[in-house]
């Protein structure tokens, strides 16, 4: 199958092309980027689509996305997961280990990599649980597992709070050259926390977690890459003591990579109040002063990319109880809006957004997504970076429909997304 994208603004960082281009696709490899002036060879077969006055990007890449299956298909499943992540411009979404079981062996590694090639409608990559059963203490079979399909590990939603342990993963990160992706919280001192610690915390009469809950065991995992010489990433950073840790440590040369996500450029703890379980999240919602820090992070080259850490959920998970109701916003399908929301406040430029969002993640995790170059794996997308819409969190394909920026006025709608040289979504509206 030929597919030829005319007249689009292409934006590829990778390759530095922000330029009017034609992109031709055949097979699931891109072949051609054309200027308009060249004359292009169409056969009859050819699927032409003008995409004058829209944006061309890579494919986004997702390095921290909960899909829940196995075991959580209430919440959601690979099929619906990966249906929200075209639908959000990704094509590529990389799924954390805490399922039921939790991805801690080759079983389960293949049976996600088995499903994602016959339900998913993009690519999914396993990341694996560091330790069994996420339990922290002993470390599953690493090189089995990357041999299965897994890209990196992880036990995001808990810490790895033996340092041993830690310290023997970076080891076995540079044997099989993956990332050790660390969920970076002191859990004695975070206790049962529920909410960023502060004054409305207080007030709310809810139990806070301090922000160096997340600081200490970020210098503690940069200490032990440090030592080991080993491949870490910092998950979800939220607090400028994290950005500042971050930063340091890529000074002195200690091989770290960290990753933000879009509630953490946007919202503060403010949104909490009134119990809002919507803004319930972990790491917490912070502050004014963390957002301006984070962002600081993301144009100075501290923070490497933005994830999602789309973490959907069953209504009935969020609609109790503060102190009960479960940590996580389903972030698929208003990344790429809120990213661009950044572009408008002119905090990135549009080049640097979608670095964020495709290379740099495909960079550390060594997936080779994120490129329109010549010879690539066709994932495109095309973006009306103007449209406006109003996020809606019953229209969410996503089976979590628990965002907290429901009711928000966005700019910047994906109106066709296209995996391995097939159309996987189409905007509904969209004309294309």
Known sequence: MEIILKNGHIVDPSSGVDAISHVVIQGN?????????????????????????????????????????PG????????????????????????????????????????IVQKGLSEGVCNVHPIGAITKRQEGKELTEMGIMKAAGCVAFSDDGRPVTNSLLMRRALEYSTVFDVPIISHAEDTYL????????????????????PAEAEVIMIKRDIELASLTGGR???????????????????????????????HYLHITEDCVDGYNTLAKVNPPLR?????????????DGTIDCIATDHAPHHKDDKECEFDVAAFGISGLETSL??????????????????????????????LGKGTLKEGAEADVIVVDISREFTVDMESLISRGKNTPFHGWQLKGICVLTIVGGEIRYNQPGGGL
């Open 232 to 262: 870490l990433h910092i998950a979800h950073v939220s607090t400028a003591g994290g950005v500042k840790a971050v930063r340091e440590a890529k000074a002195a040369g200690i091989n770290v990579t960290a990753e933000t996500t879009p």
């Open 29 to 69: 490899k891109i072949t051609k980027i054309a200027s308009p002036s060249e004359k292009l060879q169409i056969s009859p077969q050819a699927q032409v689509i003008d995409v004058g006055g829209l944006y061309v990007f890579p494919g986004l890449v997702d390095i921290h996305v909960h899909l829940r299956e």
């Open 337 to 366: 809006a809120l990213g661009l929301g950044l572009v408008q406040e002119g905090v990135l430029s549009l080049s640097a957004l979608i670095e964020k969002m495709t290379i740099k993640p495909s960079d550390i995790l060594k």
């Open 190 to 209: 975070a206790a049962d926390g529920v909410m960023n610690e502060g004054y409305l915390s207080t007030l709310l009469g809810l139990k806070g977690i």
């Open 72 to 111: 959580y298909t209430h919440k959601e499943t690979i099929a619906d997961g990966s249906q929200a992540g075209v639908k959000g411009g990704f094509t590529t979404l990389c799924c954390m280990p805490n399922t039921n079981p939790p991805n801690d062996n080759e079983t389960i590694t293949q049976y």
């Open 287 to 299: 502050t004014k002063k963390d957002i301006y820090a984070i962002r600081e992070g993301l144009c």
